[in-house]
């Protein structure tokens, strides 16, 4: 799905095992945390796992490096001078490729709908339906990376904060003109549990409800009320908040992170039937039976967004899905690379 589709149809509708990860010294490269390899039972871990959580499966995965933090607006800066690169928020769409992901016969939106720009969270005036999310998601022409909200919004004051408006094909993009690559799934979860075993979240087991000082997450009632107890309304700068085990930044919260695999709802039963499956890529195909025209990345870690009520993203085994050409405004990533 096109970076917009959402938008678009809105407006056209009105345990771990220690492994090697011991006591290893290893120099990382500079801003990267090098992640000792090891084999965990990935998967559900809480009674609020969701269906694609299940059945938690024993995964092995090799060493790597990891960015210590998410990547910043600073070093996305970086990037695109270097290179010129235009992200897909800052390209307008093309009907005629955006047509081939959605139900047969979708009329063409109008050319004002088809300009480049993205989706913003705006938070609603009460309680609603929380399975409709068109309700907090608004498209705004002019929205990109350079300009969170909007084209009046800016990053001037922001650049130690994670770049959002990102879609996968940008993140891969910049990871690879760093000389990395995406996480697999496997890889961020394993990370993401900072060397302890069978973890809720990445802070330990300590309710959500109690850990407004852990992460940057939605405190109240999601999307209309937000009492903002961790300081941050939107995203908050990288390293605002305790690393875990492993020393990484905003495992849980301030913003998704996008991860190398592609979404298939059933991967997790195809794992379990192959015993301990060794450094997993991911499925060779995309499935989501809820959108079956669209091929999704994984995403993980949830975002200032998230709440126990809504999504409950910061759980280190909880799994989402977007469409490799979207990006929000609650969307970023950070990159790995192989030890070698």
């Known amino acids: 799905m096109r970076l917009l589709k959402f938008g678009m149809i809105c407006l056209l509708a009105a345990g771990c095992s220690q492994g090697d990860q011991g006591r290893e010294k290893v120099e990382a490269p500079e801003g990267m945390v090098y992640i000792p390899g090891g084999t965990f039972s990935m998967g559900a871990k809480s009674s609020e796992a969701y269906q694609d959580e299940f059945p938690s499966h024993e ?5 790597f490096y990891i960015d210590a933090t998410e990547v910043t607006n600073a070093q996305f800066t970086k990037f695109v001078e270097a290179t010129g690169y235009v992200t897909i928020a800052e390209r307008d769409i093309d009907w005629e490729e955006m047509k081939t992901q959605v139900p047969e016969g979708t009329p063409e939106p109008p050319d004002s709908v088809l300009q480049a720009g993205a989706l913003v969270f705006q938070p609603t005036s009460s309680e609603v339906d929380l399975s409709d999310y068109s309700q907090w998601w608004v498209w705004t022409i002019g929205a990109n990376w350079r300009h969170p909200e909007g084209p009046e919004s800016s990053i001037a004051e922001r650049m130690n904060h994670p770049v959002v408006n990102v879609a996968w094909d940008d993140a891969v993009a910049y990871a690879q003109w760093a000389g990395k690559r995406l996480p697999t799934e496997a890889e961020w979860e394993w990370a993401s549990m900072g060397g302890r075993k069978d973890i809720k979240y990445p802070w330990g087991n300590e309710s959500a409800e109690t850990a407004s000082d852990k992460a940057n997450f939605w405190q109240g009632k999601f999307p209309y009320q937000n009492y ?29 992170e996008w991860c190398q695999d592609k979404y298939d709802a059933r991967a997790y039963e195809s794992y ?36 126990d009520s809504y999504c409950s993203g910061y759980r280190v085994s909880r799994r989402m899905s977007s469409s490799k050409d979207s990006g929000f405004n609650h969307t970023g990533f950070r990159c790995v690379q192989d030890v070698k």
């Open 59 to 63: 995964v092995s995965v090799s060493a």
């Open 228 to 256: 903002v107890l961790d300081g941050f309304e939107t995203t908050a700068p990288v390293k605002s908040f305790p690393p875990n085990g492993f020393g990484l930044y905003d495992m849980a919260g301030n913003v998704w």
């Open 272 to 307: 379990q039937r192959k015993g301990v499956v060794d450094d997993p890529t991911g499925s060779p195909q995309y499935y989501d039976p809820r959108d079956p025209y669209t091929p999704k990345h994984l995403i993980r870690g949830g975002s200032f967004l998230c709440n």
